[in-house]
Protein backbone atom coordinates (compact mmCIF):
# COMPACT_ATOMS: atom_id res chain seq x y z
CA UNK A 1 0.00 0.00 0.00
CA UNK A 2 1.20 3.30 -0.94
CA UNK A 3 1.70 5.69 1.97
CA UNK A 4 1.89 9.11 0.11
CA UNK A 5 0.96 8.84 -3.66
CA UNK A 6 0.63 11.92 -6.12
CA UNK A 7 -0.67 11.55 -9.34
CA UNK A 8 0.43 12.32 -12.54
CA UNK A 9 4.01 11.34 -12.04
CA UNK A 10 5.11 12.78 -15.43
CA UNK A 11 3.48 16.10 -16.70
CA UNK A 12 4.57 17.33 -19.89
CA UNK A 13 2.75 20.79 -21.09
CA UNK A 14 2.78 24.16 -22.66
CA UNK A 15 3.66 27.49 -21.81
CA UNK A 16 0.26 29.38 -20.48
CA UNK A 17 -1.43 26.08 -19.41
CA UNK A 18 -3.21 25.50 -15.83
CA UNK A 19 -2.51 22.18 -14.32
CA UNK A 20 -3.16 19.67 -11.46
CA UNK A 21 -1.46 18.15 -9.46
CA UNK A 22 -2.87 15.71 -6.48
CA UNK A 23 -1.57 14.11 -3.45
CA UNK A 24 -3.01 11.69 -1.04
CA UNK A 25 -2.01 10.26 1.82
CA UNK A 26 -3.11 7.46 4.21
CA UNK A 27 -1.28 7.43 7.10
CA UNK A 28 -3.73 9.39 9.23
CA UNK A 29 -1.71 12.57 9.09
CA UNK A 30 -2.91 15.87 9.90
CA UNK A 31 0.04 17.80 8.10
CA UNK A 32 0.42 17.79 4.82
CA UNK A 33 3.58 19.64 2.33
CA UNK A 34 4.42 20.46 -1.24
CA UNK A 35 8.26 21.22 -1.91
CA UNK A 36 9.70 21.98 -5.37
CA UNK A 37 12.90 20.42 -6.43
CA UNK A 38 14.83 22.21 -9.34
CA UNK A 39 17.24 21.24 -11.89
CA UNK A 40 20.00 22.08 -8.62
CA UNK A 41 18.17 19.36 -6.51
CA UNK A 42 17.46 21.92 -4.05
CA UNK A 43 14.45 20.94 -2.24
CA UNK A 44 12.15 24.05 -1.07
CA UNK A 45 9.15 24.40 0.94
CA UNK A 46 5.95 25.64 -0.89
CA UNK A 47 3.28 25.11 0.95
CA UNK A 48 2.43 23.40 4.52
CA UNK A 49 -1.27 22.68 6.02
CA UNK A 50 -2.53 21.58 9.15
CA UNK A 51 -5.62 19.80 9.45
CA UNK A 52 -7.01 21.24 5.89
CA UNK A 53 -5.94 24.69 6.91
CA UNK A 54 -2.89 26.41 5.04
CA UNK A 55 -0.31 27.29 7.55
CA UNK A 56 2.72 27.98 5.48
CA UNK A 57 3.00 29.85 2.40
CA UNK A 58 6.65 30.07 1.20
CA UNK A 59 6.24 33.16 -1.00
CA UNK A 60 4.57 31.10 -3.69
CA UNK A 61 3.33 33.19 -6.98
CA UNK A 62 -0.09 33.38 -6.68
CA UNK A 63 -0.32 31.59 -9.61
CA UNK A 64 -0.02 28.31 -7.32
CA UNK A 65 -3.14 27.74 -5.19
CA UNK A 66 -3.30 24.26 -2.93
CA UNK A 67 -6.21 23.26 -1.74
CA UNK A 68 -7.23 20.63 1.07
CA UNK A 69 -10.62 19.42 0.63
CA UNK A 70 -9.67 17.21 3.83
CA UNK A 71 -6.73 15.63 5.95
CA UNK A 72 -5.70 13.48 3.38
CA UNK A 73 -5.68 15.21 0.02
CA UNK A 74 -3.59 18.34 -0.42
CA UNK A 75 -3.79 19.43 -4.36
CA UNK A 76 -2.07 21.90 -6.31
CA UNK A 77 -3.72 23.67 -9.46
CA UNK A 78 -1.25 25.82 -11.37
CA UNK A 79 -2.27 29.32 -13.88
CA UNK A 80 -0.03 29.99 -16.18
CA UNK A 81 2.27 27.96 -16.69
CA UNK A 82 6.07 29.21 -16.82
CA UNK A 83 9.12 27.46 -17.81
CA UNK A 84 10.56 27.91 -14.90
CA UNK A 85 8.15 26.05 -13.39
CA UNK A 86 9.27 23.07 -14.66
CA UNK A 87 10.93 20.88 -11.81
CA UNK A 88 9.99 17.90 -9.50
CA UNK A 89 7.04 18.55 -7.20
CA UNK A 90 6.80 16.07 -3.89
CA UNK A 91 3.89 15.74 -1.48
CA UNK A 92 4.27 14.76 1.94
CA UNK A 93 2.55 14.40 4.76
CA UNK A 94 3.82 14.17 9.08
CA UNK A 95 1.77 13.74 12.10
CA UNK A 96 2.59 16.22 14.45
CA UNK A 97 3.65 14.60 17.97
CA UNK A 98 5.15 16.11 20.48
CA UNK A 99 8.27 15.28 20.55
CA UNK A 100 8.98 13.50 17.10
CA UNK A 101 8.36 14.51 13.51
CA UNK A 102 8.74 12.23 10.48
CA UNK A 103 8.16 13.73 6.57
CA UNK A 104 6.86 10.88 4.81
CA UNK A 105 6.85 12.18 0.83
CA UNK A 106 5.48 10.76 -2.46
CA UNK A 107 7.36 9.39 -5.40
CA UNK A 108 7.30 13.15 -6.87
CA UNK A 109 5.41 15.04 -9.53
CA UNK A 110 7.85 15.83 -12.89
CA UNK A 111 6.86 18.65 -14.34
CA UNK A 112 8.23 20.15 -17.62
CA UNK A 113 7.05 23.49 -19.22
CA UNK A 114 7.88 23.60 -23.12
CA UNK B 1 15.74 28.60 11.64
CA UNK B 2 19.25 27.09 12.26
CA UNK B 3 21.01 26.65 8.67
CA UNK B 4 22.86 23.53 8.21
CA UNK B 5 26.45 23.13 6.32
CA UNK B 6 27.32 19.71 4.79
CA UNK B 7 29.95 18.57 2.61
CA UNK B 8 28.66 18.73 -1.36
CA UNK B 9 30.09 15.14 -1.93
CA UNK B 10 31.84 11.93 -0.60
CA UNK B 11 32.95 9.05 -2.17
CA UNK B 12 33.10 5.71 -0.51
CA UNK B 13 34.46 2.11 -1.34
CA UNK B 14 31.79 -0.92 -0.24
CA UNK B 15 31.86 -2.01 3.01
CA UNK B 16 33.33 0.92 4.73
CA UNK B 17 31.95 3.05 7.71
CA UNK B 18 31.11 6.62 6.00
CA UNK B 19 30.48 9.55 8.18
CA UNK B 20 28.98 12.31 6.92
CA UNK B 21 28.79 15.35 9.65
CA UNK B 22 26.67 18.60 9.29
CA UNK B 23 27.27 21.88 10.64
CA UNK B 24 24.20 23.77 12.39
CA UNK B 25 26.09 26.30 14.83
CA UNK B 26 22.65 28.06 15.65
CA UNK B 27 20.95 24.89 16.52
CA UNK B 28 17.98 26.28 19.39
CA UNK B 29 17.24 24.70 22.40
CA UNK B 30 14.02 22.91 21.20
CA UNK B 31 15.44 21.96 17.73
CA UNK B 32 15.75 18.22 16.99
CA UNK B 33 18.35 17.07 14.38
CA UNK B 34 16.96 14.97 11.60
CA UNK B 35 18.43 13.05 8.39
CA UNK B 36 17.25 12.00 4.94
CA UNK B 37 18.30 10.19 2.18
CA UNK B 38 17.62 10.69 -1.40
CA UNK B 39 17.67 8.56 -4.37
CA UNK B 40 17.66 9.65 -7.97
CA UNK B 41 13.73 10.08 -8.74
CA UNK B 42 12.82 9.24 -5.49
CA UNK B 43 11.81 11.64 -2.72
CA UNK B 44 13.59 12.03 0.23
CA UNK B 45 13.33 8.97 3.18
CA UNK B 46 13.72 9.97 7.02
CA UNK B 47 16.60 7.84 7.72
CA UNK B 48 17.12 8.99 11.86
CA UNK B 49 16.40 11.58 14.51
CA UNK B 50 17.64 12.44 17.44
CA UNK B 51 18.15 15.82 20.55
CA UNK B 52 21.51 14.66 22.33
CA UNK B 53 24.44 11.93 22.41
CA UNK B 54 23.58 8.97 19.98
CA UNK B 55 20.95 7.63 18.35
CA UNK B 56 20.90 3.91 16.62
CA UNK B 57 18.73 2.41 14.51
CA UNK B 58 18.93 -0.38 11.99
CA UNK B 59 19.87 2.12 9.49
CA UNK B 60 21.88 3.91 10.76
CA UNK B 61 24.00 5.75 13.78
CA UNK B 62 23.60 9.80 14.80
CA UNK B 63 26.18 11.62 16.85
CA UNK B 64 25.67 14.82 18.77
CA UNK B 65 28.34 16.40 20.66
CA UNK B 66 27.18 18.27 24.02
CA UNK B 67 27.12 21.44 22.81
CA UNK B 68 24.58 20.70 19.59
CA UNK B 69 26.43 22.51 17.32
CA UNK B 70 26.94 19.39 14.99
CA UNK B 71 26.17 16.19 14.15
CA UNK B 72 27.57 13.23 12.58
CA UNK B 73 25.53 10.46 10.52
CA UNK B 74 27.36 6.95 10.49
CA UNK B 75 26.54 4.48 7.67
CA UNK B 76 27.97 1.55 8.60
CA UNK B 77 28.95 -1.02 6.11
CA UNK B 78 27.77 1.00 3.04
CA UNK B 79 26.85 -0.69 0.08
CA UNK B 80 26.39 0.47 -3.74
CA UNK B 81 22.71 1.24 -3.16
CA UNK B 82 24.05 3.64 -0.15
CA UNK B 83 24.81 5.97 -3.28
CA UNK B 84 22.14 9.16 -2.36
CA UNK B 85 21.95 12.31 -1.40
CA UNK B 86 22.10 12.59 2.52
CA UNK B 87 19.99 15.98 4.21
CA UNK B 88 20.64 17.21 7.85
CA UNK B 89 18.00 19.07 8.95
CA UNK B 90 17.71 21.22 12.20
CA UNK B 91 14.06 22.62 13.18
CA UNK B 92 11.35 22.20 16.27
CA UNK B 93 9.95 19.18 16.02
CA UNK B 94 6.27 19.61 14.59
CA UNK B 95 7.30 22.68 12.87
CA UNK B 96 5.63 23.39 9.63
CA UNK B 97 8.83 25.14 8.14
CA UNK B 98 11.33 22.91 6.84
CA UNK B 99 14.38 23.70 5.47
CA UNK B 100 16.35 21.39 3.50
CA UNK B 101 20.48 22.02 2.65
CA UNK B 102 21.93 21.38 -0.34
CA UNK B 103 22.45 18.07 1.32
CA UNK B 104 25.83 15.69 0.60
CA UNK B 105 26.09 13.72 -2.05
CA UNK B 106 27.57 9.99 -1.19
CA UNK B 107 29.13 8.00 -4.04
CA UNK B 108 29.87 3.99 -3.11
CA UNK B 109 32.23 2.40 -5.28
CA UNK B 110 32.62 -1.04 -5.61
Known amino acids: DTAVSQTPKYLVTQMGNDKSIKCEQN?????MYWYKQDSKKFLKIMFS???????INETVPNRFSPKSPDKAHLNLHINSLELGDSAVYFC?????????????FGPGTRLLVL | LAKTTQPISMDSYEGQEVNITCSHN???????ITWYQQFPSQGPRFIIQ???TKVTNEVASLFIPADRKSSTLSLPRVSLSDTAVYYC???????????FGAGTRLFVKA
Open chain 1, 92 to 104: ASSLRLAGQETQY
Open chain 1, 27 to 31: LGHDT
Open chain 1, 49 to 55: YNNKELI
Open chain 2, 26 to 32: NIATNDY
Open chain 2, 50 to 52: GYK
Open chain 2, 89 to 99: LVGITGGFKTI
